[in-house]
């Protein structure tokens, strides 16, 4: 079975920017933090929020005080002026696009307008834009409404931003040939429209499609409906659990879109259940990506890579033991803080849930394991594997995770280069060699990390200040992946006093680098498992170029 995704689907912008408002309000204020009416048409993610202390305002019997945060459809004024008057602190997350359509309704109101909207008239939006006219606006939903519809002079017509657009210019054009003189505001969201599009091309180039998200959503709906007036076979998942895969099996080629509030993470899932089944090659290399299996190997390739450069060569029990090291530090600390990891990878939490004492053992067995192949290396090993363990052990449920923002990403890239490089060293070693490798190598281990860290930003999930991707934003990390890529460039070239022409051996790496911040930067939907691999991928294309050009 080939999985096709649209070319629009996901969270928009006004929902995203809803989000964020309320995990950073819920992060940083150290308030309770509320929600008024569901955030977001969508039960998982709204059970995200609740799991951070975020409720809806509305179910809370007696709230005093805190902050509350406007969903994107955005509410009538008055009812925003009351939760002033309360003593809440609100932050408007109205999405700007939504924003501009009450201006509208306002604006014409004023000038004596009669506004139209078109639109579901029990939709929060609706309702929202109504508040701006002054209770002279009229809401038509469907034709029926037209027969009700009052004799209309001076008026404008404006439409629910997630409306489809061609029902708004059917409505809109019958209201114009009854009553003329009106104007016409198409206020339709570009994304709706994209996003309506490219479920069409999907359905003509697909034989089933299945649409991800909330039943109560009223775009995700229309995304289905659209499929089936193509004639097209459609489902509405919540999740990858509803999948009817016996149904689905019966298809070559089915279509994957998803409503405005439907977070990545979910429509990543639903891709990867459609993906895996019946291949169970891709479920195999799920579970070594996401059990550490890949992320360990990566460590004790970035330790072999530099050890040819600055040693006589990666050692066996050295090897083993960066690997150990590697999977205790980082899954323990996964194990310890599975709630976070819950929040923003959700399904590699369920994995470590579902295996918690298998990995328990196997992580303290690791351990052991590196402490027994760094006792053979030498007592200088074994005295660093202990320190490392001792320091990344308890990091997860100490104050370390609040100490600076970014704290996390930086701490995993220190890290791996100390691993790397004090595992490395063979001395004597020039101190140039080990200043260039010392730049080079944890050039890569910050690459490595920021790239995963942008990876779970881009799932929509909550990730908390001490990733230094939440913490720059995606611009700015696009940004310092960027710059990273020019210090590994720089530190390559300046290589060449110490190594001559063989240290051009490794500006491959950093074209590679180039082609990943170029992919990611897209933020493909439905393509975290080949996008994770290729992020891991530079470690191993590191060593590989290493072995090349010092052989």
Request: charged share 20%.
């Amino acid at each position: 079975m080939k999985v096709q995704i649209a070319r629009k689907a996901g969270f928009c912008m006004g929902v995203r920017r809803a989000m964020r408002l309320a995990l950073k309000a819920a992060e940083t204020s150290g308030k309770p933090v509320y929600t008024y009416g569901p955030l977001i048409h969508n039960p998982q993610a709204l059970e995200l929020l609740e799991k951070l202390g975020i409720r809806d305002l509305k179910k809370v019997a007696r709230a005093e005080g805190g902050i509350v945060i406007i969903r994107a459809h955005g509410i009538p004024p008055e009812e925003k002026e009351e939760l002033l008057h309360s003593g809440f602190e609100v932050v408007d997350g109205t999405c700007p696009r939504v924003a501009k359509v009450q201006a509208l309704a306002r604006k014409y109101t004023q000038d004596g307008y009669q506004v139209v909207i078109i639109g579901d008239k029990d939709h929060a939006e609706v309702k929202g834009i109504l508040g701006y006219t002054s209770g002279k606006g009229i809401v038509v939903s469907n034709f029926q409404d037209l027969e009700s519809l009052p004799p209309l002079k001076k008026y404008v017509i404006l439409s629910q931003t997630t409306q489809d657009e061609e029902i708004f210019e059917l409505l809109s054009q019958e209201i114009l040939s009854k009553y003329s003189g009106g104007r016409v505001i198409n206020t339709i969201c570009h994304a709706t429209h994209v996003r309506q599009e490219s479920i069409r091309e999907l359905a003509r180039e697909c034989e089933a499609i299945v649409v991800v998200g909330g039943r109560g959503s009223a775009n995700t709906n229309r995304l289905v409906q659209i499929a089936r007036e193509e004639n097209r076979t459609a489902y509405l998942v919540e999740t990858p659990e509803e999948l009817p895969l016996e149904e689905l099996s019966k298809f070559q080629k089915i279509g994957v879109s998803a409503g405005a509030s439907t977070p990545n993470w979910l429509i990543n899932g639903v891709v990867e259940k459609l993906a895996a089944a019946g291949n169970p090659l891709r479920k195999l290399l799920w579970i070594l990506l996401n059990s550490h299996l890949i992320l360990a190997g990566g460590l004790s390739a970035l330790y072999a890579g530099t050890s040819l450069w600055l040693g006589s060569g990666p050692k066996v029990p050295l090897l083993l033991a960066a690997f150990f090291l590697a999977f205790f530090a980082h899954t323990w600390n996964s194990l310890v803080a599975i709630g976070p990891l819950s929040l923003c990878n959700p399904y590699k939490a369920r994995l470590f849930k579902e295996h918690e004492r298998l990995l328990v053992i196997l992580t303290l067995l690791s351990l052991a394991g590196a402490l027994i192949c760094t006792f053979r290396a030498g007592p200088g090993y074994l005295i660093l594997t202990a320190i490392l363990g001792g320091l990344c052990a308890p990091y997860s449920i100490s104050p370390l995770r609040r100490m600076f923002l970014g704290n996390r990403t930086i701490f995993i890239a220190l890290f791996w280069t100390t691993v790397a490089l004090l595992f490395a060293l063979n001395f004597p070693v020039p101190i140039q060699n080990l200043l260039i490798f010392g730049v080079l190598t944890l050039t890569l281990s910050a690459f490595r990390a920021l790239y995963i860290d942008l990876m779970d930003l881009f799932e929509d999930g909550f990730l908390g200040q001490e990733s230094l991707a939440a913490s720059l934003g995606e611009k700015r990390a696009i940004y310092t992946l960027g710059f990273l890529i020019l210090i590994g460039a720089t530190s390559t070239l300046g290589a060449i006093k110490a190594y001559g022409l063989k240290a051009l051996g490794l500006l491959p790496l950093w074209l590679y680098g180039i082609f990943l911040v170029f992919v990611l930067r897209k933020k493909p939907l439905g393509q975290r498992l080949k996008l994770e691999y290729l992020g891991e991928g530079l470690i191993y294309w590191y060593l590989i170029l290493s072995l090349l050009a010092t052989k």
